[in-house]
């Protein structure tokens, strides 16, 4: 029997505003003491009234927008009900019936093929509190963390269209890359604010078997992800095979071992039950609201890709690479227009140096290189002011202190020789002081120049003029022979 896979996610995404769902309490608490940014409503004390966090349906509106999906003029708020220590009411205020947005869509892949995964839903709920879990003296005991309990947090919900891992990962990806570009969510899965579970199935591709869904949980990366998706894919086709009942469960991933492991039999939706929460009244999105949000949509990642491709000559890959954060996709276009419409070099710069010192510095955001400094050092090594390598270096400086190019070129004295009369007398220097290069060019080692370039480029401190530098030194070399 042939089987095909069947794959549904639901991803939550914490909403990025100031404050808390329904209450004032901040949100940035990631650096502060456990139960500080807490109040009564967020602690779910008796006879408190929550109030509507007006940006966080905005921003979960702006999402369904960008999802292509409808959004219903009337939505409303439901109790979900179930007893968890880290849900301080006892019950979640969320959506079900009425959530935010309905039937989307996104679609994702490149170089000619493309994958289409419909939008169930995005509905608006409040994040849950958090556990911490111990070993003291006594044994194993776990914390509550009230912090993060009321953070407006989206769910969006696929439908079930993927048929891979893979596809599933790759719907993650341009998932969070859209509510980045949009400043939905940060999406930093290492924080908590992009979190996933996965619905797997399988299914026979004759019909005559379907097989229950099962809900992976505690997963924590891309990669997590995909291997817990392909364990999972293979532990029920095995089970199949070997006449084992499957049954529709929550599992838990464990990343160290490589399992995922039965937690619970899976919840329905009776066993929630939802009902409309009494103190909120349903809420009414005029059409002239989502049409002013529409408007302001900014330009989404797959847009800006095929623009990119398009209007500045890109590859695919390029394009994907530097359209990958709006942050670097913006830097390059300001960059382009600095220079003058060099896309080429500024692709190069973008994705060479500035990559490299994002992955050492901490992130693109990080680099103290402006635009306009780059594009100045662009300028100067076009107009042989300074080479390539020197360049380089000034970047690295220019990054560590914020100074101008042209300010670190001058002082430095790193400006490009290309006197040929100077260059000859290093040059000559050079080859005096290296008898065993010379000799293993004169034998027919042509790669000994290379060599020699570097010491006259070593002596000149980098600002020697290559093309100058290679001549002088063939020019001498050829006088030897």
């Not at 991803?11 to 608490?29: D, N, P």
């Not at 020789?417 to 000859?424: A, G, L, N, P, T």
Request: hydrophobic content about 40%; proline content about 5%; glycine content about 8%.
């Amino acid at each position: 029997m042939e089987f095909e896979t069947v794959i549904g996610l639901e991803v939550h995404a914490q909403v990025l505003t100031r404050t808390k769902m329904f209450c004032g309490c901040t949100t940035e608490s990631a650096n502060l003491p456990p139960n500080s940014a807490v109040c009564p409503v967020c602690l779910g004390m008796p006879g408190v009234l929550p109030t509507v966090n007006r940006a966080a349906v905005e921003k979960t509106v702006m999402t369904g927008l960008a999802l292509d999906c409808e959004v219903p003029r009337f939505n409303r708020f439901d109790r979900k009900n179930y007893i968890y220590p880290d849900l301080m009411k006892g019950y979640q205020i969320s959506q079900y019936e009425l959530p935010m947005a309905v039937r989307g869509e996104l679609t994702f892949g490149g170089n000619g093929s493309s994958k289409r995964v419909g939008i169930t839903r995005v509905h608006l709920e409040e994040d849950t509190a958090r556990l911490l879990h111990r070993v003291g003296p006594d044994g194993e005991y776990s914390l509550v963390d009230v912090n993060r309990g009321g953070i407006p947090l989206m769910e969006i919900v696929s439908d079930p269209d993927m048929r891979s891992p893979d596809e599933a990962r790759q719907y993650l990806i341009e998932l969070r890359r859209i509510l980045r570009y949009i400043g939905a969510s940060s999406g930093n899965m290492e924080e908590g604010a992009f979190r996933c579970d996965a619905n797997v199935s399988i299914r026979s591709t004759d019909g005559s078997f379907v097989g229950p869904k099962v809900e992976i949980k505690n997963m924590n990366s891309f990669r997590a992800v995909e291997r817990a998706l392909v364990y999972e894919e293979q532990r029920q086709r095995e089970a199949v095979a070997a006449n084992q009942r499957l049954v529709q469960e929550t599992r838990g991933w464990v990343e160290e071992q490589g399992v995922t492991v039965s937690q619970r039999e899976k919840e329905y939706a009776d066993d929630y039950r939802y009902f409309p929460e009494p103190d909120l009244p349903p809420l009414e999105l005029e059409d002239a609201w989502v049409g002013e949000i529409r408007g302001r949509m900014p330009e989404l990642p797959a847009a800006r890709r095929e623009r990119f491709e398009a209007e500045l000559g890109l590859s695919d890959a390029e394009a994907a690479l530097l359209t990958e954060e709006p942050q670097v996709a913006d830097y390059y276009e300001r960059l382009v227009s600095l220079t003058g419409g060099n896309v080429r070099e500024s692709a190069n710069w973008v994705s060479g140096e500035l990559f490299a010192l994002a992955r050492s510095g901490g992130g693109f955001e990080q680099i103290n290189v402006a635009p306009e400094q780059l594009a100045d050092l662009i300028e100067m090594v076009g107009a042989g002011e300074i080479n390539l390598r020197t360049a380089k270096g000034v970047l690295a400086q220019v990054a560590e202190t914020g100074r101008a190019p042209r300010e670190i070129v001058a002082d430095q004295g790193l400006a490009q020789v290309s006197d040929e009369s100077m260059v000859q007398a290093v040059v000559a220097d050079v080859v005096a002081a290296n008898p065993q290069a010379v000799a293993d060019f004169k034998g027919g080692k042509r790669s000994a120049i290379g060599f020699l370039i570097g010491q006259v480029m070593q002596r000149m401190r980098g600002t020697g003029n290559p093309e100058i530098v290679r001549r002088a030194l063939e020019h001498a070399l050829d006088e030897q022979t």
